[in-house]
């Protein structure tokens, strides 16, 4: 057998092992099902209604939902924004919570110094920071 006949046959192998390990993915995985679904879920709730009538209150729960299940989602990352007053998790937060601009550094800089008004243990649980959350930005006026 010559060299290049011997060449060719390891290069064509080669290819076939290699692609072979390939896979076409056509469905999402679960992983980002999950992770887009839940953004676009949330950003779809807060953007799609443009009713100006609605006064009974569904707005506010739409956003209070939307506040509940990004932070039971995204809670470990919160934390950690949090604890140094910055991120691109407490930015959403601050987004969906209806933070004016002209405060969202007077946010930041809360969720920094009140860290352990926040989470006051190890065990605090998403629905007790979103409690905390709301008392400490009442109290601050932000």
């Excluded at 060719?8 to 072979?20: D, E, H, K, T």
């Excluded at 905390?132 to 009442?138: A, D, G, I, P, Y």
Aim: with cysteine; charged share 25%.
């Amino acid at each position: 057998m010559s060299y290049r006949k011997l060449c060719s046959i390891i290069a064509v192998i080669s290819a076939v092992c290699f692609l072979s390990s390939c896979a076409v993915t056509t469905a999402p995985t679960e992983a980002s099902s999950e992770t887009t679904g839940q953004t676009t879920d949330a950003s779809s709730d807060l953007t799609s209604s443009t009713s100006t009538n609605d006064d009974d209150g569904d707005d506010e729960k739409e956003v209070d939902v939307a506040v509940d299940e990004f932070v039971s989602s995204n809670f470990s990352q919160l934390r950690s924004d949090m604890s140094v007053g910055q991120g691109e998790y407490l930015t959403t937060l601050a987004s969906l919570l209806a933070i004016d601009d002209a405060s969202k550094d007077q946010f930041y800089t809360m969720t920094k110094d009140n860290f352990s008004d926040l989470f006051v243990s190890s065990k605090t649980t998403p629905q007790e920071l979103i409690a905390n959350l709301k008392q400490e930005v009442s109290q601050a006026k932000i």
